[in-house]
């Protein structure tokens, strides 16, 4: 009997709005997490994680930094706008989206303040123009290097379920311990529980560490809007595979050990760097799209966040646990009340077919 094809509906789920996280937990590793890789599902802890895995596992990290990649500001002719930055350039050039009641012309002039009300440190940025003719990115020129630029006026990029403005306090929880290298526009959600104490311990029971980056976009919050799922086109991320993970993910498996990702990004980037048919090191362009179906060549284990109903990453996890799988441990989860999205719990799955 032939699978029947799953559409967009599938993925979706009712999720009591007050479940979605506004704040992190007061403890990065204080959070709840599910291991889904049975039934019935396990309920932990964060920082249980390294009893849950075993001595000689590897886990990859996405080291990306998140910047202050939201501007806040005017047009030249005194209309309000709003920027998310998305891609740093070279020559102090930007791609970000626009958010404005009317698009900006190419010259035109742009001023962001770091204060809501205008004030403190400002900068004007020039409109070159659109990214591409089909683009939905402007291009933007600023006047000094951008990253200095953002430090200074930008805000915080918190997702667009997260209510609150961004404070100190998001400055330092939206962000990872080991966030080394800037350019996301959104964290890698299923890092932000680990801290120095839950990371000595994992070292301490034999658990291997490695690390990779991708620059998270702000497509990753884009909608799928055809229930085919094969009509959707995914957004292009920036990612590099250092030849050490590659070496550490080898040695790994040849010791039999598992791979451990930490959050879909970290995913995506090792998947990515094996399509064609074996890892390979180094750095480039990755649009993939991750849904039941897929075959997965490096990944065993998955450490993940509580996804968007009807999302891509839903569909992702779909594929590497199974589609019924997962949504009972979605209807599983509500009924414990765990926290969602972002600054919320967490969850452990095992690929289809592969140990737990």
Known sequence: MATPTLTLSDFDFALPPELIAQQPSPERSGSRLLDGRGWPPGDHRFDALPDLLAPGDL????????????????????????ALVERVLPGHEVLAHLRA???????????????????????????????????????????DEPHAL????????????ITHADDA??????????????????????????????????????????????????????????EDLSAHR???????????????IAATRAAGGRI??????????????????????GAGETD????????????????????????????LVSALAGHAHVMALYREAIARRYRFFSYGDAMLLARTGAAG
């Open 169 to 226: 306090d998001d400055e330092r929880r939206y962000q990872t311990v080991f966030a080394r290298r800037p350019g996301a526009v959104a964290a890698p959600t299923a890092a932000l529980h680990f801290d120095e104490p839950l990371l000595a311990a994992l070292a301490a029971r034999g658990i291997g560490r490695a690390t990779l980056t991708l620059h998270v976009g702000a497509g990753t919050f884009q909608p799928v809007r055809s």
């Open 101 to 143: 009641s009317k698009s900006p012309k190419p010259g035109a002039r742009l001023r962001f303040a770091a204060a809501r009300d205008g004030g403190g440190p400002t900068f004007e940025a020039e409109v070159i123009g659109r990214a591409g003719p089909d683009d939905a990115l402007f291009h933007l020129r600023f006047p």
């Open 59 to 82: 886990l990859v990290f996405n080291d990306t930094r998140v910047i202050k990649a939201r501007l806040l500001g005017h047009k030249d002719s005194g209309g309000a706008v709003e």
């Open 150 to 161: 953002l430090e200074r006026v930008g805000h915080v990029p918190l997702p667009p379920y």
């Open 288 to 315: 993939i799209f991750i849904r039941p179906g897929f075959g997965f060549r490096v990944v065993d284990l998955l450490v993940t966040n509580f996804h968007l109903p009807k999302s891509t990453l839903m569909m």
């Open 260 to 281: 451990v990702a930490v959050g879909t990004t970290s995913l995506r980037a090792l998947e990515s760097a094996a399509r064609g048919g074996r890892l390979q090191a």
């Open 234 to 248: 995914m957004h292009s991320e920036w990612f590099e595979l250092p030849p050490a993970t590659v070496d550490a």
